[in-house]
């Protein structure tokens, strides 16, 4: 297996492990979104703690890496508590999907913060991905799901922020467990005073759900690194997309939810988008063009 093939699998795998996270947030019933997300960060925060232990790899930051380190897992905690709110209170591949528009954020965040250059293809797939989340959401007055889905829509716009200072940390050479365990640590104690004073009793098929939930997110945050340390992210990103179908299927056989056909002309809009943008960056159609000229 190429690397390239096994950074595929890893990123579906990562894709999955998130739906499941999401699956078992939802199936954790009628509890406040910050207190699902302790459990969830905490048992990231552990798994991330013994590879620390094992490898004792040396951690070196300076100044600059340290406030990267603040903004990810700043925004990355607040991105956390909208997808979960959004996964209470949404379809659940509605929620997803609109947590997946994280890499067209991830691109604007990163003209912001990196400096990074656009050109009309990238300004056109981000207008062309908005249309789609349009059809998602579907802001009427008569949407009852109006609020729920623009707080699932701020939860990628502020994962697109974390995920552009986790680019800007890995460029700068920290490690990727000790990015996962200080975001999870960050959000661990950001979340306990609420949890101190507002906890609501779990039963123990909650505990229980919980702690899959936390099992899935480590998972997911572990497959999605070691993805992009066999391959690069324009080869591979589009696959993290394969989230969108697992929501749907999963939804549909636990839950029976069947989303609308906007929804699905949404899904096609912004899954078309990425594979677009995919095939763009590999040089696809500056191939097709050749060949077609010859």
């Not at 894709?15 to 009628?30: A, I, Q, Y």
């Not at 890496?65 to 591949?93: E, P, W």
């Not at 349009?134 to 707080?151: C, R, S, Y």
């Not at 936390?214 to 070691?226: D, M, S, V």
Request: aromatic fraction near 16%.
């Amino acid at each position: 297996m190429s690397q390239r093939h096994k950074g595929i699998l890893c990123i579906i795998l990562s894709s999955f492990s998130f739906v499941l996270m999401n699956l078992f947030v939802r199936l954790s019933g009628d509890l406040p979104s910050i207190q699902k997300s302790f459990f969830r960060n905490l048992i990231a925060m552990l798994f991330a703690l013994a590879i620390l232990l094992k490898e004792k790899p040396a951690v070196s930051l300076d100044g600059q890496s340290k406030r990267y380190l603040i903004y990810r897992s700043l925004f990355g905690t607040i991105g956390i508590l909208c997808n979960f709110y959004a996964v209470d209170h949404l379809v659940l591949s509605d929620a997803s999907l609109l947590n997946k528009m994280s890499p067209f954020f991830a691109i604007l965040f990163g003209i912001l913060i990196l400096k990074e250059k656009i050109n009309l293809f990238h300004l056109s797939s981000i207008v062309t991905a908005f249309v789609g989340v349009l059809f998602v959401v579907k802001p009427t007055g008569l949407n009852m799901d109006l609020f729920p889905a623009f707080i699932g829509l701020l939860g990628g716009v502020c994962a697109g922020a974390a995920y552009t200072f986790v680019r800007a940390l890995g460029q700068r050479g920290v490690q990727g467990p000790f990015i996962v365990f200080f975001f999870s640590a960050f959000s661990c104690v950001v979340t306990l005073p609420y949890l101190l004073f507002q906890y609501q009793p779990m039963d123990s098929r909650q505990v229980l759900t919980l702690l899959f939930a936390g099992l899935a997110a480590a998972g997911g945050q572990f497959g999605i690194t070691a993805a992009y340390c066999y391959a690069p992210a324009r080869e591979i990103s589009v696959f993290d997309y394969s989230q969108i179908p697992f929501s749907a299927l999963l939804g549909y056989l636990i839950w029976g939810q069947v989303p609308d056909m906007y929804s699905w002309l949404g899904y096609f809009i912004i899954c078309s988008t990425a594979v677009t943008v995919f095939l763009y960056t590999n040089g696809y159609f500056h191939r097709k063009k050749e060949s077609l000229s010859k």
